[in-house]
């Protein structure tokens, strides 16, 4: 069964210092999420991408953050210079438009020092 | 703007007893509603969602949600709990037809099945 993967599954890194977190969604889906889940909160959405560009964006998808497609496979969240409140577990998720299911991935969890 | 209410932290129920997580939704137009589960330190796994149609859906490992448009509930159910059950579970909706494409999820319940 085809599944959304993220890499690396932890990340520990300074406060200040930029991180890329990695995503391969299903192969023949259209729709790409980043979610993030800061620990005990709920799931937060922070951006949807679709035909190359950002479809929607959350308030906490300031100018620190970015995504981009590089290649026909990969879709990857930048950010630039994080901070401690950036610690978090980050999910990627697809979907192939309409009524589709979005499919998460296992998630990024990300430690800001 | 569209949102998810589940009004309990924690569910706590027997094994072999049926179990109900609940959720109410706010949104305008006709909503999505999804049910996510998550077990520790893993991603959301997909259970079952409702899109249109008949109000009660079938899922994965046996859960089940009724769509109740009157009272704006998506409640997830199952007839019999079993310990391996106990795991995170997340409401949330999406609402097209209002220009939302992303999802919004509820703060979560967990589910304690004891033995």
């Known amino acids: 069964e085809p599944e959304v993967t993220q890499t690396p599954s932890h990340q520990v890194t300074q406060m200040g210092q930029e991180v890329i977190l990695r995503c391969v969604p299903i192969s023949n889906h259209l729709y790409f999420y980043w979610y993030r889940q800061i620990l005990g909160q709920k799931v937060e959405f922070l951006v949807s991408f679709y035909n190359n560009e950002i479809s929607e964006k959350s308030e906490i998808f300031d100018d620190q953050f970015s995504v981009e497609r590089p290649d026909g496979s990969n879709f990857t969240l930048k950010i630039r210079s994080t901070k401690l409140e950036d610690s978090a577990m980050y999910f990627c998720?697809?979907?192939?438009?309409?009524?589709?299911?979005?499919?998460f991935g296992p998630g990024t969890r990300l430690l800001v020092l | 703007a569209q949102s998810v209410a589940q009004p309990e932290d924690q569910v706590n129920v027997a094994e072999g007893n049926p179990l109900t997580v609940k959720c109410t939704y706010s949104?305008?137009?006709?909503?999505?509603l999804f049910w996510y589960v998550q077990y520790p330190n893993r991603g959301l796994q997909f259970l079952l969602k409702?899109?249109?149609?008949?109000?009660l859906v079938k899922g994965s490992y046996g859960f089940e949600a009724e769509f109740n448009k009157s009272q704006t509930s998506f409640h997830l159910k199952k007839p019999s709990a079993l310990v391996s059950d106990s795991a995170l579970y997340f409401c949330?909706?999406?609402?097209?037809?209002?220009?939302?494409?992303?999802?919004?999820f509820g703060k979560g319940t967990m589910l304690l099945v004891s033995p």
């Open positions: 409702y899109i249109t149609g008949d109000n």
């Open positions: 949330a909706v999406r609402a097209p037809e209002a220009g939302y494409s992303t999802l919004t």
């Open positions: 949104v305008s137009g006709n909503p999505y």
């Open positions: 998720a697809s979907h192939g438009g309409g009524a589709e299911t979005q499919y």
